[in-house]
């Protein structure tokens, strides 16, 4: 276990719809990303954020948003959901942005209906 | 022509192997990693280099940085080892990643 926990596990929701997934950092990293991983596909960076600052994107839509807070546990949301938002969605913590490892959480589950 | 490509896409080797997978990437890059995902989603980071080589246990990887190309070395492979390994290169505050090398270890 990596100390990375990320709820909820599975998540069903209707297109159009918002949803927010939490992700709590392995204790003292400062640093999270998010990847999305569709099925069969290997995973997409979202962003990351390092002590509550965005600190790099990628090639996601605005409404794909996070925050960082002070206890550096974190939070995607994603708005006007999508039938193609339908992925498991993986955060990872670290300890800086040069750290070498980045312990990984179990993902979180969406389907979008 | 995908910024990160991975070699071979499958892989099958029986116990005792060495296993290579290779990694190559057309972008500039500040670092690479390389992770390891187990059927069910786990993913497990197992290095970030930059230049070099790192070897921990039985897995080795080394970075050609001149020629953009990475590689993860397994010795004496193992069932457990079976798993998709994932290469990723880290530039300019964004990640890219290779599809994954799905590699079984056969007893």
């Known amino acids: 276990e990596t100390g990375v926990t990320q709820s909820p596990t599975h998540l069903i929701k209707t297109r159009g719809q918002q949803v927010t997934l939490r992700c709590s950092s392995q204790?003292?990293?400062?640093?999270v990303s998010w990847y999305q991983q569709a099925l069969g596909q290997g995973p997409q960076f979202i962003f990351q954020y390092y002590r509550e600052e965005e600190n790099g994107r990628g090639n996601f839509p605005p409404r794909f948003s996070g925050l960082q807070f002070p206890n550096y546990s974190s939070e995607l949301n994603v708005n006007a959901l999508e039938l193609d938002d339908s992925a498991l969605y993986l955060c990872a913590s670290s300890l800086g942005l040069r750290a070498d490892t980045q312990y990984f959480g179990p993902g979180t589950r969406l389907t979008v209906l | 022509k995908n910024e990160v490509e991975q070699s071979p896409q499958n892989l099958t080797a029986q116990e005792g192997e060495f296993i290579t997978i290779n990694c190559s990437y057309s972008?500039?890059?500040?670092?690479l990693h390389w992770l390891q995902q187990h059927p069910g989603g786990g993913i497990v980071s197992l290095f970030m280099?930059?230049?070099g080589k790192k070897k921990h246990g039985r897995l080795i990887a080394t970075i050609n940085i001149q020629e953009k190309h990475s590689s993860l070395h397994i010795t004496a492979s193992h069932p457990r080892d079976s798993a998709v390994y994932i290469c990723?290169?880290?530039?300019?505050?964004?990640?890219?990643f290779g599809a994954g090398t799905r590699l079984t270890v056969k007893p």
């Open positions: 990723a290169a880290w530039n300019n505050n964004d990640m890219r």
């Open positions: 280099l930059s230049s």
């Open positions: 972008v500039g890059i500040s670092a």
């Open positions: 204790s003292g990293h400062n640093t």
